[in-house]
């Protein structure tokens, strides 16, 4: 049985994973951080990494940036992998990530959701057969407590197309007032509001006609049942980092 740590325990996600874990035959939720616990109960939530009191075979984090240098320091002191489903880490933060999986197994993605990883493919494809004779914009929606914009996902999305092309396009966030003409861009704009779990359309737009990739995510229960099976899949894992590719290819 792989026994699941829960960074963000108290959170919405928190609990849909641990729910989730209940009735899981192979994983189940020894413990928890969140800022907001206490280390008490039969599901003992601790304040801080420092805190914890349980063993566990994985990491499945879906708190925030802020808890990273903590979380990291606990990974790499008792050998623990990590699922890391947050999103806006500055560089600094993705290069002490990149520094810990030198010894710890960590999993990193955007978006924990099949559908949004084929939808990766199928943009970069449709960014290979149109060229640069078509636009890129990418529309992203989320409900009004997500603090980061553009989102994780819309980002991924456009670095798929972006890596046809080099990376050589720049990503404008939104425009306002005289901008000018249209440049060697990708296009990203953001919306919050009520509770949109999340919603991503890829617009090619060409002469004469548009070529839209969207995918719309109903229940957060599709991103936990993703990191649950991530978590499962890194457990015993050598050291390195790992996506949904390396998850999906195995």
């Known amino acids: 049985m792989i026994r699941v740590l829960i960074c963000g325990a108290l959170g919405r996600m928190g609990a849909n994973i641990r729910q989730m874990l209940e009735d899981d035959a192979e994983a189940v939720a020894v413990c928890g951080v969140d800022p907001k616990g206490d280390g008490q109960g039969d599901f003992p939530v601790y304040p801080a990494f420092a805190s914890v009191g349980q063993s566990a075979d994985v990491i499945i984090d879906f708190s925030s940036p802020a808890a990273l240098a903590d979380e990291l320091e606990y990974a790499e002191k008792y050998g623990v992998p990590l699922v890391l489903a947050s999103t806006g880490y500055t560089p600094e933060q993705l290069a002490d990530i990149e520094r810990a999986s030198h010894k710890v197994a960590i999993f990193r993605?955007?978006?924990?959701?099949?559908?949004?990883?084929?939808?990766?493919?199928?943009?970069?494809?449709?960014?290979?057969t149109l060229g640069e004779k078509f636009d890129i914009e990418i529309i992203e929606k989320h409900h009004s407590q997500k603090v980061d914009a553009p989102s994780g996902?819309?980002?991924?999305?456009?670095?798929?197309?972006?890596?046809?092309?080099?990376?050589?396009?720049?990503?404008?966030?939104?425009?306002?007032?005289?901008?000018?003409?249209?440049?060697?861009?990708?296009?990203?704009?953001?919306?919050?509001?009520?509770?949109?779990?999340?919603?991503?359309?890829?617009?090619?737009?060409?002469?004469?006609?548009?070529?839209?990739?969207?995918?719309?995510?109903?229940?957060?229960?599709?991103?936990?049942?993703?990191?649950?099976?991530?978590?499962?899949?890194?457990?015993?894992?050598?050291?390195?980092?790992?996506?949904?590719?390396?998850?999906?290819?195995?």
Not at 157 to 184: C, M, T
Not at 232 to 247: I, R, V
């Open 109 to 128: 993605t955007a978006n924990f959701s099949l559908g949004i990883n084929l939808l990766c493919e199928l943009v970069k494809r449709a960014a290979e």
């Open 153 to 250: 996902t819309a980002l991924m999305l456009a670095d798929s197309a972006n890596s046809v092309f080099g990376g050589k396009k720049h990503y404008v966030n939104g425009r306002e007032g005289i901008v000018g003409k249209r440049g060697n861009e990708i296009g990203l704009h953001a919306v919050r509001g009520g509770t949109i779990v999340g919603e991503h359309e890829v617009l090619f737009c060409g002469e004469d006609e548009i070529i839209t990739l969207s995918h719309s995510a109903r229940s957060k229960r599709v991103f936990a049942a993703g990191a649950i099976k991530a978590a499962k899949w890194l457990a015993g894992k050598p050291t390195g980092q790992y996506d949904m590719k390396d998850l999906l290819a195995d």
